[in-house]
């Protein structure tokens, strides 16, 4: 009897699998010869040819997997595998995410709109309202797209994989939710005051992160030692909330109950008053009625803050650095077995007896993979062009034609590198001229030069800016500032134009100063002709024609701030400098996930703060109240002109009445400057339990969320600036390629175990091993 390959075409469909059977597929038997379960082969040759393309297609998917740090526990039969790989696919990938964000937008459009200039409730004008259903149309198109998302998701994984997935019966929990509640909204003709659905919205984001997952799983794991720090936090604020108001009791002498009635006139007045000072968005302000009175009084202040926010604060930020940084370590953990398992399941897959390699059945067999049937595989898998052809490079240099497990994990390590820019040769001149002007202009001087005199224009600017500082937009001479501009634009022109001399066209694009300087030296050049042409006379006091597109201080103020761009060239010259530059630029690429998690939180809070506060703060019907800060407040009601107070700052475009000024006034609260001030407001506008709402956003804003993007900038910085210790200024750039979020943690992260591969995919729902 023959020997079957390695994955079977069916599976047993009363064991509860879902397998990958095609009805045209042929039986299979069993075999009784130790080793793998496969299929019977016969001697049908399109037969051959057909199972050898499943493996091969099964193979390009394993990589694919093993790529995108997938799991590979999906079917694996002809059909479903090429759904597979078009679902994964950059247009409908890009398509799911378009239609997330669309469903999300609609916040700044349904009602309250934002579609106003301002959010300012003195000045706002009535928004534009869509009618009913615009936007209902949308969502249920949307919405539509989602259920055909969780349908094919629920297919390719079968059913046992998906009733133990939490994220899909999730998924499936909050489709069915937003479709009965756009049901209520078109019956009721729009009119519903409040639609659950946009609150639940932000899970579809969540929901096709695997890195958004994976990081609030950490944060969950993590929450537990973040709260023991804040029940730590809570007792030394109330220890002291007790001690202050017992040191600034009433007394019955009215001028030494400034404090008291300020401060600590209540529980709730006295709790929010230290809270706040633990921000020190009141500091010294708090402490100033009982400091005028007795200097000692400072010491209870000073005391608080420096346990509570330089101790207590700093701890917690420590302690989420180390916890969080332990549990996304286990997070990564999981990605590299996922990309070993993928890559594993692709060696086995094309190591199956009788595909063109060679294996024994005795004892201490060595299984190997034809390195033409790899290249067959490699041509076809999705992936950046320059790993593809690193790792065929490293495939065709084995001499027998064939690679062993070890090796074709190995060369797969490729995947973790980052496409390293070789620079061409430079051109070659005859001319001795030439050639000079080529040594010159490819030495590192003339780079220096370049940087002194990018801020000799910089200083000539600022020089401009302070002796025209007072001067109106008419009484200015732009003639010094236009000779001045039109000398090193002209330099700028020299410079660019010898160093292509020097490198050639190609050479000169292929370093990204270079196109940054060209760009911009070009841009000038094109602003500066377009001046000439539309002002012949730059140095007169008046724009002649002031209904150009452009007036010319427009111009110039903008050829000055492209100079001033123009100087960040320095940047990568600069070896901490180049550090810390790339260090931002890593965090954009691979912190995604937190930024995904942090805009939820933002999306949700937005959209309860409209729910509890939408309309609760309206300006006075005499708005010259407003306007006249020396006026008592002899009015009625919640308003005040206090000193400080929301309307005497005139804080009126903050406020929860739509959902990008709700957005913008979190932001203002997470930054923690003056918040005291919106909360101060809503608690006389609404209710003192407001209070929950705002401490609640900024526990979780900048209490948890911004120490944990403090700790992960900590780690990629650290990261970044030890292994650039050893690299000259040049190579700082070429550690970019190490500073994905796996790659950060490369040294602590365990490779999985020959044993531990194998008894996963012995797991595989739909894969049917024997060993």
């Known amino acids: 009897m ?228 804040i029940l730590l936090l809570a007792l030394h604020l109330c220890i002291f909330t007790m001690i202050g108001m017992l040191i600034f009791s009433k007394s019955n002498d009215p001028e030494k109950n400034g404090e008291w009635e300020t401060y600590f006139k209540n529980l709730p007045k006295a709790l929010s008053s230290l809270l706040v000072l633990l921000t020190t968005a009141n500091n010294p302000d708090v402490m100033i009625p009982a400091y005028s009175l007795n200097r000692g009084y400072s010491i209870f202040f000073i005391l608080f803050s420096v346990f509570g926010t330089y101790l207590l604060m700093n701890l917690m930020t420590a302690i989420i650095y180390n916890q969080f940084r332990g549990y996304l370590l286990m997070s990564v953990q999981t990605s590299i077995i996922r990309r070993r398992l993928g890559i594993r399941a692709a060696f086995e897959v094309l190591c199956c007896p009788g595909r063109g390699h060679t294996s024994t059945q005795s004892e201490g067999h060595v299984e190997r993979v034809a390195v033409n049937m790899f290249l067959q595989v490699m041509n076809r898998v999705h992936m950046k062009s320059y790993c593809r052809q690193a790792i065929i490079k490293a495939a065709q240099q084995f001499p027998d034609g064939f690679i062993n497990g070890e090796a074709f994990q190995r060369i797969f390590n490729e995947l973790d590198k980052d496409y390293m820019k070789e620079h061409p040769p430079k051109p070659v001149y005859s001319s001795s001229v030439l050639q000079h002007i080529q040594y010159i202009y490819s030495h590192f001087y003339i780079t220096v030069l370049g940087n002194v005199v990018a801020l000799a224009n910089v200083i000539c600017i600022c020089t401009a800016l302070l002796l025209n500082s007072e001067k109106s937009t008419s009484e200015r001479n732009y003639f010094y500032t236009e000779i001045i501009n039109c000398i090193f634009i002209l330099y700028y022109l020299i410079e660019m134009l010898l160093k292509i001399v020097a490198f050639g066209w190609r050479g000169y694009l292929s370093y990204r100063n270079n196109m940054f300087d060209g760009f911009l030296t070009v841009l000038l050049l094109a602003i500066q002709i377009a001046i000439f042409i539309t002002y012949r006379n730059p140095y007169e006091d008046v724009d002649p024609v002031p209904h150009r597109v452009m007036a010319l201080w427009e111009m110039v103020r903008l050829v000055n701030m492209l100079i001033v761009f123009r100087f960040l060239r320095i940047i990568p010259e600069i070896k901490l400098m180049a550090v810390v530059a790339s260090t931002l630029v890593d965090l954009v690429k691979n912190l995604r996930a937190f930024a995904g998690i942090l805009l939820v939180v933002y999306y949700v809070f937005a959209v309860l703060g409209i729910w509890l506060f939408q309309g609760a703060i309206t300006p006075p019907s005499n708005m010259s109240l407003i306007s006249n800060s020396s006026t008592e407040n002899n009015t009625t009601g919640p308003f005040s002109m206090d000193c400080g107070t929301f309307e005497q700052l005139e804080y009126w475009p903050n406020n929860f009445d739509d959902f990008a000024a709700s957005l913008v006034l979190l932001y203002n609260i997470m930054v923690v400057n003056n918040w005291h001030v919106f909360t101060d407001a809503y608690t006389r506008y609404t209710t003192e339990w407001s209070l929950v709402y705002f401490v609640a956003w900024w526990l979780t804003s900048s209490v948890m969320w911004v120490n944990l993007f403090v700790a992960l900038i900590l780690e990629n910085f650290t990261y970044k600036w030890d292994r650039s210790n050893t690299l000259s200024v040049e190579d700082v750039e070429r550690i970019a390629y190490q500073s994905t979020v796996q790659l950060m943690f490369r040294e602590q992260v365990q490779e999985p175990t020959e044993e531990e591969l194998v008894a996963q995919l012995q797991q595989h729902p739909h894969l049917h091993l024997s060993w």
Request: net charge negative; with cysteine.
């Open 2 to 229: 023959e020997d079957e390959p390695l994955l079977t075409g069916s599976i047993n469909r009363g064991s509860g699998d879902y397998g990958s059977h095609d009805s045209d597929q042929h039986q299979h038997e069993e075999s009784s010869r130790s080793g793998r379960l496969s299929y019977s082969v016969t001697d049908d040759s399109e037969e051959q040819d057909a199972d050898s393309e499943l493996y091969i297609q099964q193979a390009v998917v394993f990589i694919e997997d093993a790529i995108q740090y997938r799991s590979i526990n999906h079917r694996v039969d002809s059909g479903s595998l090429r759904l597979y790989r078009w679902y994964y696919s950059r247009i409908c990938q890009w398509g799911l995410g378009f239609t997330i964000a669309v469903v999300l937008a609609l916040a700044f459009i349904e009602r309250p709109s934002s579609l106003t200039y301002t959010s300012d409730i003195r000045f706002k004008p009535k928004p534009w309202e869509p009618p009913c259903g615009l936007t209902e149309g949308i969502e249920i198109v949307c919405l539509c797209i989602f259920i055909l998302d969780i349908t094919v998701k629920s297919y390719l994984i079968g059913w046992e994989e998906f009733r133990m997935n939490k994220w899909l019966i999730g998924y499936i929990i909050v489709i069915a939710a937003s479709v009965i509640d756009w049901m209520l909204s078109v019956s009721m003709m729009c009119d519903e005051n409040l639609r659950v659905r946009r609150l639940i919205r932000p899970f579809f984001l969540l929901q096709n992160s695997s890195l958004m997952k994976k990081t609030l799983k950490c944060i969950k794991r993590t929450l537990p030692e973040i709260a023991s720090v």
